[in-house]
């Protein structure tokens, strides 16, 4: 049988949450059945990644998160002319923003096959209601171009079933994950500190930590103004974004520069997550986050929002709160501060349920059934 030619299109090659997911199918997927390839936008990470596991990869020139029209119509020709020339069997979207744009081009190159897995409607961001509208509707309007959609959480696929002439075409599939390598808590410490130029900054203190682009999505203002209000506790942000300069500028104008650093993007940042003694997402806007997978796997407590896909993975296994609101970060901080007997038992519950369903195993299944049963 030969195999089919499955191409992943992403927006952008940086190493956020929709990069994780398709990076995970790219490298795992059965590669006697399936020829893979990915095309991306702006960002190196991705591709360099994907390229060291043997995965072909194109960068489409001015493929990028924000809206220009000139652009996005040169984008829209550059994947048409792609899968004219590349003939593939499936093409698979991820992120609102390739959706649309690659929905079509997919349709009039005469792809049969065209599947879109929402990492998060955009509609959701703090955005003016009017620009909520509007992507609503190219959201909506980006599902009718495609045969299947895969939603990640249940939230997102209710929300897609409102909508009309949709509910044949969705179907939940939760995001897997392989466990990475953590390096134990000492050493973890050792090497941030030698990474950071930083002496003392773990020594007699309580660590929380955060891994994640730097954007207004991940709430992180919330977060620093609780952690100016507890004593004895420091924050690390592992993570690049273009919000580094507003927060470099409320860490300054709080006088936080002793208790928070932000540690710009570190290779497989993962593998510190045990140097944290919490990990905390601030989210205002998420889908699935892999972060919270890798913390709970890392079985280090978790705080975080009630956004998302976010309540379907913890459920009760962790901390969970209303986003925007820093009393209540500074409250559940406080809680694993002072309570380490339900903090432990609380992260060994989490690392089991992800254990048992959130596996790279069972979404490749799960999608590859779809794949196949898809006419």
């Not at 379907?312 to 409250?331: F, N």
Request: aromatic letters at 10%; proline letters at 3%; hydrophobic letters at 40%.
């Amino acid at each position: 049988m030969s195999k089919q030619k499955l191409v992943l299109v992403i927006t952008k090659g940086n190493w956020g949450g929709a990069q994780k997911y398709v990076y995970e199918m790219a490298t795992n997927i059965d590669a006697s059945r399936f020829e893979v390839s990915v095309v991306h936008g702006w960002g190196d990470i991705l591709p360099k990644k994907l390229n060291e596991s043997q995965v072909r990869t194109t960068r489409v020139p001015g493929l990028g998160r924000d809206v220009n029209i000139l652009k996005d119509i040169s984008v829209f020709f550059s994947l048409f002319k792609f899968f004219r020339k590349e003939r593939p069997d499936i093409v698979h979207l991820n992120s609102s923003k390739i959706g649309g744009i690659g929905a079509l081009a997919a349709r009039l190159a005469g792809v049969r096959k065209i599947f879109f897995t929402v990492h998060g409607f955009a509609f959701n961001e703090d955005r003016p209601w009017w620009q909520r509208k509007i992507i609503g509707f190219l959201s909506w309007f980006s599902i009718i171009l495609t045969t299947h959609v895969i939603c990640i959480s249940k939230q997102e696929y209710e929300r897609a079933a409102q909508w009309p002439f949709l509910q044949s075409k969705l179907h939940l599939i939760y995001n897997g994950i392989v466990t990475p390598h953590f390096l134990p808590k000492e050493e973890a410490r050792t090497t941030l500190s030698s990474i950071l130029n930083t002496s003392g900054f773990f020594k007699d203190t309580f660590v929380v930590g955060t891994i994640g682009e730097l954007t207004k999505n991940k709430g992180y203002v919330y977060a620093l103004e609780a952690i100016k209000n507890i004593p004895h506790v420091k924050y690390l942000i592992i993570g690049g974004g273009d919000q580094k300069n507003e927060l470099k500028k409320y860490i300054a104008d709080h006088n936080l520069s002793d208790k928070v650093i932000l540690a710009g993007f570190l290779k497989d940042a993962s593998s510190f997550l045990r140097a944290f003694d919490l990990f905390l997402l601030p989210s205002l806007k998420e889908g699935m986050p892999y972060v919270i997978l890798e913390a709970g796997l890392a079985e280090i407590p978790v705080v975080t929002t009630s956004v998302g896909g976010i309540t379907e993975m913890i459920d009760d296994t962790g901390y969970v709160i209303a986003p925007r609101d820093s009393q209540a970060i500074q409250s559940a901080i406080l809680k694993v501060m002072t309570d380490h007997t339900m903090a432990t038992t609380k992260s060994t519950e989490l690392r089991e349920r992800i254990e048992r369903l959130f596996t790279v195993d069972n979404m490749l299944k799960q999608t590859m059934k779809l794949y196949d049963n898809t006419v």
